[in-house]
């Protein structure tokens, strides 16, 4: 074999090594950087689950409060109403509340003197619902209205 042949297949090996080492080294680069980047996106995803979860339970609470709330309402100071007088509904309303009706059926008053209520109850920053805000609407437009229906039995 000539020396030429000898240093060509010398030179090829040489370049097929040297591009299998450049290759490795720079997968390897490569490879150090995506994982640096699934690390930090594992980290900010750990991180978003624990503030999810704060949320969530900071909201139940809060729901848990409100309904508490709610059922308790006519023996806090803040009602100013006989809680004989009133009536859970729990939606879209709280309560409904007679007021001046235990006094009347009582005989301590008149008819006149008694007063329907709508009412819901709400703690920390909460706001009526869509719902409600029509229902309130309905009454201020005085689009309410008492009815008697009859069911008869006898076929």
């Known amino acids: 074999m000539s020396v030429w042949m000898a240093m060509l297949i010398g030179a090829a090996i040489g370049v097929v090594l040297t591009t299998i080492i450049l290759s490795n080294t720079r997968n390897g680069r490569i490879r150090a950087e995506y994982e640096q980047y699934i690390a930090e996106l594992e980290l900010e995803h750990q991180q978003a689950m624990a503030q999810a979860q704060k949320r969530s339970v900071n ?31 729990g939606d879209p309303v709280d ?27 709400k703690s920390g920053g909460a706001r009526l619902t869509r ?8 009454i201020r437009e005085g689009r309410v209205r008492f009815e008697t229906i009859r069911i008869d039995f006898n076929d």
């Not at 609470?61 to 100013?80: D, N, S, T």
């Not at 009582?106 to 709508?118: C, F, H, K, P």
């Not at 719902?131 to 309905?138: D, N």
């Open 95 to 121: 309560y409904v509340v007679f007021d001046g009706y235990t006094d009347f059926r009582d005989g301590d008053g008149s008819a006149e003197d008694i007063e329907v209520v709508l009412i819901d109850i």
């Open 131 to 138: 719902g409600q805000q029509a229902i309130a609407e309905a």
């Open 59 to 89: 909201t139940s609470r809060a729901v848990l409060k409100g309904k508490m709330a709610e059922q308790f309402a006519p023996v806090l100071p803040e009602f100013q109403y006989l809680p004989s007088d009133a009536r859970f509904l």
